[in-house]
Structure formats: structure tokens, C-alpha cells
């Protein structure tokens, strides 16, 4: 803003992007090859009469510029007379005058976005828009990378998303979608799924994109369990399901995948593991974070014997027990070959018993191992991972029914 009157915006307030060329069905046909425009903080402020009588409206220069951008890619003949982007006009201010009939045409997210038939690619990022996904974009059948994040979208994805058969990155992250995700079994190009941060319920799909990489549904009110369809996504290398109110056990599938390297079920309602039949020898994961849910028992044997294993969350659960010397020697003394547990995180439960002995040798700048809050006979201060928190009260110990000697 060049004054207290003028009213700017900064490009990276409104940022509009697509890639062209697609066919000419609409008035304001676009017909170049792989152009691609930025349209820029597009946003009409209107104020109520009487608060600002005589504000002045200055756009800010760069979007002009965006502007002129796109007006110039557009072939002339393709333009329909008063059309929106036939309105167009840079001789003057384009927010000067919002009652007029000059330059008073924005964007929104139209339903003929559907005639854009060669469009392969709509990044809608970072915007302002609202309202519902339109269904008409689920009839872009050469769409390969759609960008929906960081808006006001509202309502569910619509079922029609199930025609977007080159799909592959989907991203809706970052806005107000709701309902259940419908079933994304026919996207079989699709290789990232993005929906963290809405307000989406229900269950998890049970099919799923079978060439999926990447799945992050962090931070929405799914619910039920983990499906057993997510043991057939071969090429799976990121799941990220926290902040949910996922249920049950942790399937044993997701420890022996043969791709999985990152999994982050955090803060759920998960109140057990299943232990895979080759003790997790074979796994892939790189990092696994189970902190805050309701898991219980005595910590899991198989963990410390995944080979790639380095980051370990089991925060603020419920497990009990001593802490076995594996998940001690894994941190302090690995065997040749395996991953040094970089972060062991085991604070917030219940274990108890003495600190197995490879723990006392560890330096603070080895590895982040926490420890506090549990039941642990003498873990004073003085020991790095003893700090952040003390031990539980003898009492609350013995209620819940952790052995103190």
C-alpha cells in the first residue's frame, strides 16, 4: 500500500496458476501450448457506504502486470465481446472504480472448467476461494496434477473426482472439506494423496490407488481402523494418518511393508500392535511415531530389530514393563549394519525397573532419548533423558499397576 487511502495487495496474497493449452468451449478461450500464467491477489475489496466514502483503490503493480500477462497470451478473435476478459482494460486503475461497469469481473471457480478438455494441470493454491468443489472438474480426464490447498473449500469431495483417470498428485490440503472421502480406487495414476487439515469424517476408503507413494490425512476426524487395503500399496513410502480418531490395533502389515519408510499414526486412539510375522527384519521404515494414543502391554520386542529404524515416538501411552535392553543397546551400542536409534522417545508411560545400564554411557549430543514421566527407579535430573518431567507418584504407579520393587 503506497498510503493510508490506497488499498495493495502483495503477490503472495492471491495466487491463481494454471498450464494451458486446452480447447476453446468457453468465451474466454485460451489456445497456447504450455503457457503458464500467475494471477496474483485478484481480490475486490467492498466496503460499506459510509465507512470509507473516499478510500482510494490502487492494485498492486505486479498484478496488473499478471494481468496483462494473461490477456496477451489470449488469442484476440477467441475473446466474445463483453465478455469478462474482454472487460479488460489497463488505462486505468482496474479496482478504481467497483461500481462501474470497468474491470469489476473476477475469478471464481466456475463449472466450466469442464471444457477445458486438454487441461492437465490447475493449481488453485493459496487462494480465497469458497463454496463447494465443483463436480465439473472430475470430468477433466487428462488432468494429471490438481491443486486445491490452502483455501475455504467447503463440503465433500465429490464423487465424480473418480473420473480423473490420469490423475497424479491430488492435493486438497489446508481447507474446510467435510464428509467421507469417496472411493479413489480408479485413480490408477495417482501417486500423492493430500487431505490434511479439513474437517473429513468417516472411515478410511477401502480401495485405494494402487501406485499411491505419499498419503497424508493429518488432522481430520476420521475414525474406525486402519483398512487391510493399505497392504496392497507396494510402492507406499509415507503415511501420515495423526490427529485423527483411529481405533484398534496397528495392523502387523504396516511394520514388514516392503516400501513404507515413514509412519506417523500420532495422536489417535490406537490401543495395541500387531506384531509381523518376520519380527519386522525385513522393514523398511526409517521413522515411526505412535506418540499419544492408548496403546498398553510391554513394549514391543520387534521394534529395535527393523533395521532402517533411527527416529522411535511412543510417547504418552500406556505401556508398562521394564524397558528392554534392545531398545538400550539400539540407542547407545547398535550392532554393525543396523541404525543408531537417533530419537527414542518412551517419556509419558508407565514402564519401570532400573535404566538399562547402555543408557548411563550415553552423551546428550548421540541421541534424543527421553525418559521422563514414567515409573523409573532413580532418574534423576542429572541424566539428560531423565529431564523435561519427574517420574509418577508411587501411587499413581501402583494404580495403574506398574511393578515397583
Sequence with gaps: MNGPRSLGFSPSLLHFEMNFPFTSQSHCEIKMATSKFFLSSLLLLLFVHGVLPRAESKTYWGDVDALKQLKNGVQPNSVSPGSCLGSWDFTFDPCDSLFSERFTCGFRIPGSLSNLTRLTRLGLSRNAFSGEVPASIGSLSTLEELY???????????????????????????????????????????????ASNNVISGYLPTTLPPFLVQISMRNNMIEGTIPPSLKYLN???????????????????????PSLQQLTLAFNSFDSLQAPSNLGTQSELIAVDLSNNELQGWLPPFLPLMPKLSALSMENNKFSGMIPIQYALRAALPASGIAPFARLLLGGNYLFGPIPGPLLVLKPDTANVSLADNCLIRCPSRFFFCQGADQKSLMECKSFGSVIP
Design 235 to 257: 510402492l507406499l513410502q509415507v503415511l501420515d494418518l495423526s490427529h485423527n480418531k483411529l481405533t484398534g490395533s496397528v495392523p502387523y502389515f504396516l511394520f514388514n511393508h
Design 148 to 194: 486445491l490447498d490452502n483455501n475455504n473449500l467447503q463440503g465433500p469431495i465429490p464423487p465424480t473426482f473418480n473420473g480423473l483417470g490420469s490423475l497424479k498428485r491430488l492435493e486438497f490440503q489446508s481447507n474446510n472439506i467435510s464428509g467421507e472421502l469417496p472411493e479413489l480406487g480408479s485413480l490408477k495414476n495417482l501417486y500423492l494423496l493430500d
